[in-house]
């Protein structure tokens, strides 16, 4: 039986607008195209999972309404497992608005209803029987505690997609992790420098974990634990369409790497591609591509249509 990789945390509905430019003052703007997609940072990352040929097992919370039962059924026709997705009554599942202008870039607007992120009344079994691995955002911070405890129990590989969160709940869950891999922002809020080599060698040697922090277009910094040289993985060049859920994607594809046993060269090298690619397409996680498409993109530099 092929082994899962538990995604945990955020589950939401993406409205996303693409606009020439990001709007200067207050007004009505038409945008050149729009759609709306289940998303979240350990949805999207589950439905990277799926679409790169892993299995994907998502634990999130969505309230019991329209919207929640819509996200799940997008999510399992991707191939995510949703059985460990909690209802909730009373509950507003959460969603965002998003612009994406034409350099890429994006400025989003979420609503998480508090509620979502309480403590479950049910756990799902992690061990290694099951999972190769565990994969963790920050948007449910009781849950991704849960999880990386039990990964590090079972032995299993605990990443944590350690995004922009407060700093005190940074430093709660970095210490649980087996696999670290922080954006630039995190990394610099909680290191207190804006060098993304320097913030991978202070993590690593503080938690003696596997330490990366992402750089976007720069690719990837990152050291095998403490003392360990800090060594950069560069990322593709493509011309950026939309930014948004790159991260998303590159978590989700490192994780399958890990999970397959890569080396974290190659297991970083996938994900950038994979990250790059999406970049290439407008849609947030709509543009995760499959790994057939990743596989031909590392060999030739061309991206499918």
Not at 221 to 238: D, L, S
Request: charged fraction near 20%; glycine fraction near 8%.
């Amino acid at each position: 039986m092929t082994k899962s990789i538990l995604c945990v945390g955020a589950l939401t509905l993406d409205t996303i607008f693409r606009l020439d430019a990001q709007p200067q003052k207050a007004g009505k703007y038409l945008p050149d195209d729009a759609l709306q997609i289940a998303a979240g940072m350990a949805s999207s990352a589950a439905a990277a999972i799926a679409r790169l040929g892993g299995h994907a097992v998502l634990w999130a919370s969505a309230g019991a309404d329209a919207t929640g039962e819509r996200v799940v059924r997008e999510l399992e026709a991707e191939g995510v497992d949703c059985s460990h997705v909690r209802r909730l009554q009373g509950a507003r599942t959460a969603f965002s608005s998003i612009l994406v202008d034409s350099s890429g870039e994006r400025v989003i607007v979420p609503f998480y209803d508090p509620r979502l992120a309480g403590p479950a009344q049910s756990v799902p079994p992690v061990d290694a029987s099951g999972f190769a691995a565990v994969l963790v955002d920050v948007r449910w911070p009781w849950a991704a505690e849960i999880a990386l405890k039990a990964a590090r129990k079972a032995g299993i590989a605990g990443i944590l997609d350690a995004d922009t969160a407060p700093v005190e709940l940074l430093e709660q869950l970095l210490p649980l992790a087996s696999h670290i891999a922080a954006s630039e922002p995190a990394a610099a809020s909680v290191t207190a420098t804006a060098d993304p080599r320097e913030c991978v060698r202070i993590l690593a040697d503080q938690y003696d974990v596997f330490t990366a922090v992402t750089a976007g277009a720069d690719g990837c910094y990152w050291a095998e634990r403490a003392g360990m040289p800090v060594r950069h993985v560069e990322g593709f060049r493509v011309e950026a369409v939309d930014t948004l859920a790159a991260g998303d994607v590159f978590h989700g594809a490192f994780a399958l790497g890990v999970a397959e046993g890569r080396g974290m060269t190659e297991a970083i090298c996938f994900a950038n591609a994979a990250a790059a690619i999406k970049c290439a397409r407008f849609g947030g996680r709509a543009g995760s591509p499959r790994r057939d498409e990743v596989t031909a993109f590392m060999e030739t530099g061309r991206i499918s249509a």
